[in-house]
């Protein structure tokens, strides 16, 4: 460089001289000499004199000189030796740069005559110089994605020499990626070009190092050197990449929104924003963007949807990572819903056959079928009905199930079910659904009208007017609707002669029955019939129930009095001796009553008399006796009147009156018995009819009272004990006499009405049957019929 300018400079002046020589140059002789550069000044290069033929002292005879064109004296001239000698030492670089070869032309000029020699002096070059870079450090930057080969362009060194001390090779060490080559441009510079031979990786190694050294040709080299800083630039080359190619994850069905569910992670190798990473979902449908996200820059998906493993089971989802260059790494990810029991067992009736009638056993009632949408145990059911119910529950096909009725149903017994069917499933925890199926049962004609007493018994009183409500029977039918519609008939009685379609009517409808004509309790005392209740059902069912009626009598009968016999124009004349002590029987007076019970209990009294004590009627059985002795004063006739009255409510009365006569002794010729005659064969044989019938009775009564006493004794103590009575019936008053039953006396008390009577008059005329027709009377009170019979002691011989 120092010599750079200068050096041109002079070559300028050289070449000036060549041409002022040139001109004047005329027979002149030349010598060529060559010295090395850089030679002391002094040194020796040649003898002129030899050279150019010239004696040694011609030279300073003739005042011989060098001249050089550019006037610098780099040369002198030894006169006297004719030797040629460095004035100073010379720089080939300087005079010549990179001319070659260096020649210097310089004149010995002679005088006398005025004569030219040409001298040449080539002057040598030395390896002097070093290869020198310009600049000592050099940047390169190289794309890491430089193929293999590429060439790459470094500064040459310079090196002033020249020939073989110039410039030879370059070489870089230490040794990397890269070689050196050496390349000669057309005017011979030579450049080294750098050459990729192995491929760069930013990520490997993203700078390099080397010392190029430029060496020369000299011996021995020189050599210059500059530091090569091959920076690599980075390519966007690496795509990114996830941890792993696949993921897969589970996650249950009821996760939260914004449940994390996978983190995904990749990374890029590139530096700067090629490294940059953000996260996307791929190509994702629209089931998958609704229900997860990402986050763009931390890679977690997250749910944004609640999750249905019914609905989806599982996601494949793509991931992209996106480099900031837009390169691209995808992942998969598979996401697995878990199934939770999160779904209730679900129950479908299918068909269900309602109302049912009550007769189907073993009858498809229901068809359902139940469902969990839930999978594995969580949609296992169990199904089932409760145990107390008349069905069964019969699995079908798949998840259809039936529910048959077990036998027949009864309607009257449950007419509606409400059935719950009770589906459980498997999972944990157990969901239950319940479904209510109300069954309808419906009514057939299985039930016969019941009525609601096994028989019924009507009290009528008698006197009834007619049309009148007797009572009512009434049935029910346990069925439904017309199967439960009862109508109520009369059904033929039992005995033919009843006329029963004249007594009785019953209103079909409701069972109302009345009497259609006044009842006598004497003419009828109790009557039965049936009635029967059919209902409306198809077929019709029937059933029937006795009826009994019972006439309850009322007081319409007045006592009848038997005897005395009350009719007569002379009524009945008693005699009574005079000697009769007190409580003599006189007579005794009979009557009946056509009523029964109260109304026909009897008492007796003593109405009026012609002399007062003389005479008392015993209440209760009618017997009219003395109460004092008799005296001569007393009057021979007595009337006495006898008030026969029954219990019943009011009373009704009778009365009868009694002559006595008080005569001394019975020859009094006062026997009038003029009826008595005219019955006398009929009499007679009654009377002996009578004599064996009352012999056998008073033999079997006899009897009976023996046995009676026999018992009584025996069982004592026992009866003591029990407090039995002797009299089962409760209140009977002592004063009256019961001759109820019928208007005809029994025989039993005729028979007793007999004997008390006056025997000695011997009159059987009222043994006869006597059915006194009374005559009706106003209603008394109402008296239930005594079933017993008592006679005039009160025990009771029935
Ligand atoms: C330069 O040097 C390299 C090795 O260092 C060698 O292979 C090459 O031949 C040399 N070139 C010249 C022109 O000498
Ligand atoms: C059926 O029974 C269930 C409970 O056992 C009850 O909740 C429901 O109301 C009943 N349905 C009817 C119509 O009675
Ligand atoms: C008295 O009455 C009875 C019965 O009514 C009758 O049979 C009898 O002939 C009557 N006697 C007189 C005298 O009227």
Redesign the pocket.
């Known amino acids: 460089m120092e010599n750079g300018g200068p050096g041109a400079l002079r070559i300028r002046q050289v070449l000036l001289l060549f041409v002022l020589l040139g001109m004047s140059e005329v027979g002149s002789e030349s010598g060529r000499f060559s010295v090395a550069e850089e030679m002391q000044s002094g040194s020796f290069i040649g003898n002129v004199a030899k050279d150019l033929g010239l004696e040694v002292g011609e030279l300073s005879l003739r005042g011989a000189q060098v001249v050089s064109k550019d006037n610098k004296q780099h040369l002198q001239l030894d006169v006297n030796t004719g030797d040629l000698l460095l004035s100073e030492t010379l720089d080939r670089e300087e005079l010549c740069g990179s001319t070659q070869p260096c020649v210097l032309h310089f004149q010995v000029l002679m005088k006398n005559p005025l004569q030219f020699f040409q001298i040449e002096l080539e002057v040598r070059d030395i390896n002097d110089h070093s290869p020198v870079f310009l600049e000592k450090e050099m940047l390169l930057e190289i794309p890491e994605n430089s193929p293999v080969g590429a060439v790459f362009l470094l500064e040459s060194a310079k090196d002033l020499d020249v020939g073989v001390n110039t410039l030879k090779n370059y070489t870089v060490s230490p040794y990397s990626n890269f070689h050196v080559k050496m390349r000669v441009n057309p005017d011979n510079r030579k450049y080294p070009e750098l050459v990729l031979d192995k491929a760069l990786d930013y990520e490997e190694q993203p700078e390099f190092s080397f010392i190029l050294t430029a060496l020369d040709g000299g011996s021995p080299p020189r050599s210059g050197t500059a530091l090569v800083r091959v920076v690599v630039v980075d390519i966007n080359d690496n795509s990114p990449e996830f941890e792993q190619p696949f993921y897969e994850v589970k996650i249950p069905e009821n996760s939260v929104l914004g449940s994390p569910v996978v983190t995904v992670s990749a990374w890029d190798l590139d530096s700067g924003t090629n490294g940059e990473i953000s996260y996307t979902l791929s190509h994702a449908s629209e089931d998958i963007c609704k229900t997860f996200e990402i986050n763009q820059k931390s890679g977690e998906v997250s749910l944004t949807a609640l999750l249905d493993f019914e609905t989806i089971e599982s996601y494949s989802i793509i991931i992209q990572a996106t480099d900031g260059g837009g390169l691209f790494g995808k992942s998969a990810v598979r996401i697995q819903v878990m199934d939770v029991n999160d779904n209730l067992p679900e129950v479908t009736v299918s068909s269900i056959i309602s109302p049912i009638p009550e007769n189907s056993p073993e009858t498809v009632v229901v068809v359902f079928s139940i469902l969990d949408r839930d999978s594995g145990d969580n949609g296992r059911m169990i199904c089932s009905i409760p145990e107390d119910l008349p069905f069964m529950l019969k699995p079908s096909v798949e998840n259809y199930y039936t529910l048959e009725t077990e036998r027949t149903l009864d309607r009257e017994s449950r007419a509606e079910y409400n059935i719950t069917i009770t589906v459980t499933d498997l999972g944990t925890p157990r969901l239950k659904t319940q479904h209510n199926i109300i069954l309808l049962v419906s009514d057939v004609n299985d039930n016969a009208p019941t009525f609601a007493q096994t028989s019924y018994t009507l009290f009528i009183r008698e006197n009834n007017s007619p049309a009148l409500h007797m009572g009512s029977v009434s049935a029910t039918d346990r069925d439904s609707g017309t199967n439960a519609q009862v109508t109520y008939s009369l059904l033929p009685p039992q005995d033919p002669h009843l006329p029963l379609s004249s007594l009785v009517s019953i209103n079909a409808d409701n069972g109302h029955l009345f009497a259609l004509r006044s009842l006598d309790y004497e003419a009828l005392r109790t009557f039965e019939f049936r009635v029967g209740a059919t209902d409306a059902g198809s077929p019709a069912l029937s059933s029937e129930a006795p009826v009994r009626v019972v006439v309850v009598d009322e007081n319409d009968n007045s006592p009848f009095v038997l005897y005395p ?5 002379a009524p009945c004349t008693e005699l009574v001796p005079r000697a009769a002590e007190a409580g003599y029987l006189v007579t005794k007076v009979v009557a009946v009553d056509g009523d029964s019970g109260q109304n026909a209990w009897l008492s007796y009294q003593l109405l009026k008399a012609t002399e007062p004590g003389l005479f008392s009627v015993w209440a209760h059985n009618g017997e009219v006796r003395t109460a004092r002795l008799l005296s001569e004063r007393d009057a021979a006739k007595h009337r006495l009147v006898v008030l026969v009255k029954d219990n019943g409510e009011p009373p009704m009365l009778a009365s009868v009156t009694l002559q006595v006569l008080l005569v001394d002794s019975f020859s009094q010729p006062y026997l009038p018995l003029p009826e008595v005659a005219a019955d006398k064969t009929q009499a007679d044989s009654l009377t002996v009819y009578l004599v064996i019938a009352l012999a056998s009775v008073s033999l079997l009564f006899l009897f009976s009272v023996l046995l009676f006493v026999a018992v009584r004794l025996c069982r004592r103590n026992r009866a003591a004990s029990l407090g039995r009575r002797s009299v089962p019936e409760g209140h009977f008053p002592d004063h009256l006499v019961d001759v109820s039953g019928t208007g005809t006396l029994s025989q039993r008390y005729l028979y007793e009405a007999f004997l008390t009577g006056s025997s000695e008059t011997s009159e059987f005329k009222f043994l006869k049957p ?1 059915i ?1 027709n009374f005559p009706p009377q106003g209603p008394g009170k109402e008296r239930k019929e005594s079933p017993s019979f008592r006679n005039s002691f009160g025990f009771n011989i029935q």
């Open positions: 016999l009350q009719n007569g124009s006597i006194p």
